[in-house]
């Protein structure tokens, strides 16, 4: 048996607070994060103060486990989320390394292309 296509999410149509999701069905996964990034943009897209384009999905960056699950999930397809794969026995320190890397990486485009334009002899710390 396949995995659907399509999946259920934290799906964000208005600015409100989310309740959490709970396994029903066969296909239902419960992912824990073990390290996520705090992104201020999630925020900001969650209460309106940076608008987003409705539905929107929270959850940016983050190295995960899967919680909790029905019999028939068995693996998440690559083009259904972005999924970096790590060896099982990947250690907590290179779990937050991965999770740190993606968080700087994001902020720091961000930083030097919306906050501020970086010129030539300009000096940046991210």
């Given at each position: 048996?396949?995995i659907?296509k399509?999946?259920?999410?934290s799906?964000v149509?208005?600015y409100t607070?989310i ?11 419960i992912?824990k994060n073990?390290?996520?990034g705090v ?15 409705f ?5 940016r ?12 999930f068995?693996?998440i397809?690559?083009d259904?989320v ?22 700087q990486?994001?902020t ?5 292309h919306e ?12």
């Open positions: 048996m396949s659907p399509f999946h259920k999410v799906l149509t208005e607070e309740e959490a999701h709970q396994v029903t069905g066969p296909y239902d996964v992912i073990h390290y996520a992104n201020f943009i999630e925020a900001y897209f969650r209460n309106g103060i940076h608008p987003a384009e539905p929107f999905v929270l959850g960056e983050a190295t995960n486990l899967v919680e909790a699950s029905f019999a028939q068995t693996k397809q690559e259904t972005s999924v970096k794969k790590l060896a099982a026995n990947t250690s907590d320190r290179e779990l937050k390394l991965w999770t740190a890397s993606l968080l990486f994001i720091g485009i961000t930083l030097v906050a501020y334009e970086v010129n030539a002899n300009d000096y940046v710390l991210v």
